[in-house]
């Protein structure tokens, strides 16, 4: 029996703007050993439908696999990471044909285990480093998610096309996706199979599973190991959430979607006399931009609790950082005690998963990417990109997905392969694949 891989294979799958990687260990051809990294999608190529597409793509990974998974790997909570593993209509109950699969192990951050979330129902200020308080945050995210797409179904006069079409993205990403939670924590409870939930420097779980492979957690850090991962607009991240969560508060006590209507005696809405007008457009911007700003420090937070990984193998370091923000970056290479160690592993690295699609901040420059030493005109680093252009952000503002400059330094100093090109796809298939001699 071999002790080690020879050969490591990644497929990437055309979800669209999601994640799907399956990270494949080859020890003989007939010994593989299979870890699906994440399995989402919130918006697909056009012409295809989720229910019929996801499916498909569930079908693929099976057949990938030979039947039988390793390991899931759900590195956060956002719908397109993890949409997937539902079991209901919306994706054609796909997440069935994983938990068929049969994983032995299924991995999350430590913000999804239940035993963390089990009394957290309400945020609360008992501690500034309080994880009851910070779990709550994250549940109470999902409320105001749910009232913000609510909301672009019937926008507001104040709500420009553009506005609702990034709201009704950002809230569609966060909303709570109870059919894949619940179906990953059923995963993990199968007969032979475990859940590990992880945070910066602790046991994938993996090592038995593995021979050979070196598995390193480096994020997201606990609470008690950074308090950067909580960082929002408010400095009492559990006030913030005392005054925002929920649809009640959104409709009611916080006049964000509630616009500038004023009722007339007839019922109508009053005219505003011309010179107040200027004012008042101004107003109803920033009113919009209010309500952005509040559901993308949302997204910002969820993306700061994403799993990162990186694994090692015969002298080829691959690493999975989820959508990790800076944030969740700044604990492992600047705050952690082994934070100089953690960098010069990282500066070796053969193969990039790049972060959040190929958000800026999700691969930060001096920190993360001027470190690693391959990258440059020979193109010895492989970077990997699953993304879909023009569904995420705007390039007016600077926040496009993926960011023009990053893609632009990717294709220039890496080996880059992109779900959105074509040419990086054969002729109807549903993935592409990069092999690593080991």
């Keep these: 029996m071999a002790t080690k891989p020879t050969k490591v294979e990644l497929r990437a799958y055309q979800v669209g703007f999601g994640d799907c990687f399956l990270l494949s260990f080859v020890y ?51 719908a397109d990471h993890i949409s997937g593993f539902g079991t209901d209509g919306k994706t054609g109950k796909s997440g069935e044909i994983i938990r068929g699969l049969k994983p032995k ?39 105001v998610a749910d009232a913000v797409l609510a909301l672009t179904k019937q926008p507001p ?68 190991q950074s308090e950067k991962i909580r960082k929002q607009h408010s400095r009492d991240v559990d006030q913030f959430w005392h005054l925002l969560a929920g649809p009640a508060a959104l409709q009611t006590q916080v006049p964000l979607a509630k616009g500038l209507k004023r009722k007339g005696r007839t019922g109508s809405t009053a005219r505003t006399p ?23 420090s949302l997204d910002d937070q969820m993306n700061n609790t994403s799993v990162i990984l990186l694994f090692e193998v015969g002298g080829k370091k691959l690493l999975f950082p989820g959508d990790a923000q800076i944030e969740n970056w700044s604990y492992a290479l600047e705050g952690a005690p082994n934070h100089k160690a953690t960098r010069a592993l990282l500066a070796s690295v053969d193969l990039y998963k790049v972060g959040h699609h190929g958000s800026l901040n999700a691969t930060p420059k001096k920190l993360l990417w001027e470190g690693f030493k391959k990258r440059g005109s020979k193109k010895r680093l492989k970077t990997v990109l699953s993304t879909l252009p023009g569904k995420h952000g705007q390039a007016r503002n600077d926040t496009e997905v993926p960011r023009r400059p990053l893609l632009k330094t990717l294709q220039e100093e890496s080996d880059l392969r992109n779900t959105n090109n074509p040419k990086d796809f054969k002729s109807g298939d549903l993935c592409l694949q990069i092999e690593l001699s080991v």
């Design 274 to 296: 011309p010179e107040a007008r200027w004012f008042r457009d101004r107003l109803q911007r920033l009113r919009g931009q209010q309500v952005l700003e509040i559901v993308r």
């Design 105 to 143: 192990v299924v991995i999350q951050p430590w913000t999804e285990d239940p035993r963390a979330a089990r009394n957290a129902k309400h945020a609360t200020t008992d501690s500034p480093r309080s994880t009851k308080g910070f779990i709550a945050g994250l549940a109470s995210m999902h409320a």
């Design 157 to 224: 006069a104040w709500m420009g096309v553009q506005l609702a079409k990034e709201l009704r993205f950002l809230g569609m990403d966060n909303i709570k996706n109870r059919s894949a939670v619940e179906n990953l924590i059923a995963m993990g409870k199968a007969w032979g199979a475990r859940s590990v939930w992880v945070r910066h420097g602790s046991n994938s779980g993996l090592g038995s599973y593995l021979p050979g492979v070196k598995v390193y957690v480096l994020g997201p850090p606990s609470l008690e």
């Design 28 to 78: 003989s051809k007939e010994d593989k050993r299979h870890l699906l990294i994440d399995f989402g999608t919130t918006e697909l190529p056009k012409g295809k439908k989720a229910s019929v597409h996801m499916p498909k793509i569930a079908e693929r990974i099976a057949e990938d696999c030979g039947g039988r998974l390793t390991a899931v790997v759900a590195t956060h909570r956002h």
